[in-house]
């Protein structure tokens, strides 16, 4: 078995939430794939930590859905029907392009710069082959452009949706060019954003969420029905 890199600790972070962040990130990048079978003395092994935080770790997974238990055995990596997917996947198109579309209209140009190098992290990120921090970066830009609205509800949505999208076609992706056009993506999403264009911006955003039952799904976009 093998794990998207293991992640140091953020300050105030603990064991148990470094755990569960970078097994959350091998499970919705599909590196762990649905099926896998995790054992508690083996991960603990891996993270060169206690059994304990581990299975606190692997608990939270298990009300997250990623992970369900297996008796006498240990956790099961849970798989996402294509219908599931799919209505994850339409709640994000009824909230994040509007979004993207009301922030053109009131974008900061004194922020440009900032959100300029968080897109460069994630074609960085695409480029060198390193899952974690592509999936990372992505977020933090998605999550920190969503907040410029002012709305934290719609953050703390917009999270968990994204949090919930398992992203199996990704490791593939390496062997691909699709990675590197996802990636590039956000620097548009921000040409867009910077010159006031409202439908263009939206409409990105639809492309670039599309993504998740196409490319990262491990489907053409055509099969997706895109």
């Known amino acids: 078995m093998t794990l998207l ?3 140091r600790l953020e300050p105030g972070e603990s064991l148990r939430a ?3 962040r970078t097994l959350s ?3 919705i990048s599909g ?4 099926g896998t079978l995790l054992t508690v003395p083996t991960l603990a092994e891996r993270f060169d930590v206690s059994a304990t935080p581990v299975r606190e770790a692997m608990l939270d997974l298990e009300k997250r859905g990623f992970v369900e238990p297996v008796r006498n055995k240990g956790f099961r990596v849970t798989a996402v029907s294509d219908d599931l997917l799919h209505d994850i996947v339409e709640i994000r198109l009824l909230l994040e ?8 209209e009131s974008f900061p140009a004194e922020r440009l710069a900032e959100f300029r190098t968080q897109a460069d992290e994630i074609v960085t990120g695409a480029h060198s082959g390193d899952l974690t921090a592509y999936l990372l ?5 998605h999550l920190e452009l969503t907040s410029l609205l002012g709305n934290p509800v719609l953050v703390e949505t917009i999270a968990e949706l994204r949090a919930r999208t398992r992203l199996v076609g990704l490791v593939s992706m390496l062997e691909t060019s699709m990675l590197h ?3 590039e993506e956000h620097h548009r999403l921000l040409d867009n954003l910077a010159a006031g264009d409202a439908d263009a911006a939206a409409d990105l955003m639809r492309q670039h969420i599309r993504h998740a039952v196409g490319w990262w799904a ?3 976009e055509d099969d997706a029905g895109e």
């Open 18 to 20: 470094r755990v569960e």
């Open 218 to 220: 491990g489907k053409t």
């Open 137 to 141: 970066a992505d977020q933090h830009f």
């Open 5 to 7: 890199s293991i992640q």
């Open 97 to 104: 392009p509007p979004a993207m579309a009301r922030l053109a």
């Open 31 to 34: 590196e762990l794939a649905p």
């Open 25 to 27: 990130l091998a499970i």
């Open 181 to 183: 056009v996802s990636a």
